[in-house]
């Protein structure tokens, strides 16, 4: 076997048991990565009343990036976290693998994790409000790149934390800051002048507007260059993820 047919067959192992991970947890991923951001539409439609489909839309896919910073930051950095001082990835830093194997593995479990969250809001928000997004093929891959831009802040936090009690303070005050206090459920221009500039080095900034895009107008030039910035942040956090592993294949 070559080197390069041996890369995708490590890659499929890995893979598959990350698979069989999500699938022995399934239940559990399907109700927190729900509960939350459904109770929080219902609450808003409650606290808003009488709103403008714009606004509307804005808050389905506000929560739909709530759901996707739940599980592919929060809870998949804590995760991370825990497993890396408990000893967990010691055990595959001593197998014959390679190191991008294990981290694209890490980013797949993170994906498919928030991925149940993500379709759930997008149905069942559009029931709540009576709104009727937009959809395309294209909204896949996108929506996919977006997933996996805020899953690699998850997996870098777990790696950096100096340990999982820090993990936990940290991602907590990350998941209400970015949802809160940067264009997630809310427009940039609303938001204090301070509060915009931190929006623009985040990278949920550009997946609040590649969704909105995507599901109110469909594909456009700003969302192109939103695309590019996404995948930017994306190959940034997977080398700062890569240099922060130590790793040594016998």
């Known amino acids: 076997?070559?080197?390069?047919?041996?890369?995708?067959?490590?890659?499929?192992?890995?893979?598959?048991?990350?698979?069989?991970?999500?699938?022995?947890?399934?239940?559990?991923?399907?109700?927190?990565?729900?509960?939350?951001?459904?109770?929080?539409?219902v609450f808003l439609e409650f606290l808003l009343g009488e709103s403008s489909s714009e606004q509307l839309a804005r808050l389905i896919i506000g929560n739909m990036i709530f759901s996707i910073l739940l599980m592919g930051m929060n809870i998949l950095g804590q995760d991370i976290s825990y497993q890396k001082f408990g000893g967990y990835f010691t055990y595959y830093s001593s197998l014959p693998i390679r190191k991008v194997n294990f981290i694209l593995s890490l980013l797949f479990y993170g994906i498919l994790t928030s991925l149940p969250s993500f379709i759930i809001v997008f149905t069942f928000g559009q029931q709540i409000y009576g709104?009727?997004?937009?959809?395309?093929?294209?909204?896949?891959?996108?929506?996919?790149?977006?997933?996996?831009?805020?899953?690699?802040i998850g997996v870098l936090m777990g790696f950096l934390s100096p340990n999982p009690q820090f993990t936990n303070i940290v991602a907590q005050f990350l998941l209400m800051f970015v949802t809160f206090?940067?264009?997630?459920?809310?427009?940039?221009?609303?938001?204090?002048?301070?509060?915009?500039?931190?929006?623009?080095?985040?990278?949920?900034?550009?997946?609040?507007?590649?969704?909105?895009?995507?599901?109110t107008v469909g594909w456009t030039n700003s969302t192109f260059i939103d695309v590019l910035i996404l995948l930017i942040f994306s190959c940034f956090s997977y080398l700062l993820i890569s240099k922060k592993i130590h790793w040594r294949v016998q």
């Open 1 to 41: 076997m070559n080197a390069f047919s041996q890369f995708f067959v490590e890659l499929l192992i890995l893979f598959r048991i990350q698979i069989a991970i999500v699938r022995h947890q399934l239940l559990w991923i399907i109700a927190m990565s729900s509960i939350f951001p459904i109770v929080t539409l």
């Open 131 to 152: 709104v009727n997004l937009h959809f395309e093929w294209l909204l896949l891959p996108v929506a996919l790149l977006a997933i996996f831009s805020v899953v690699g």
């Open 181 to 215: 206090l940067t264009p997630v459920m809310i427009e940039l221009k609303d938001l204090p002048i301070v509060l915009q500039w931190i929006s623009y080095v985040l990278p949920t900034t550009y997946v609040a507007n590649v969704l909105h895009g995507m599901l």
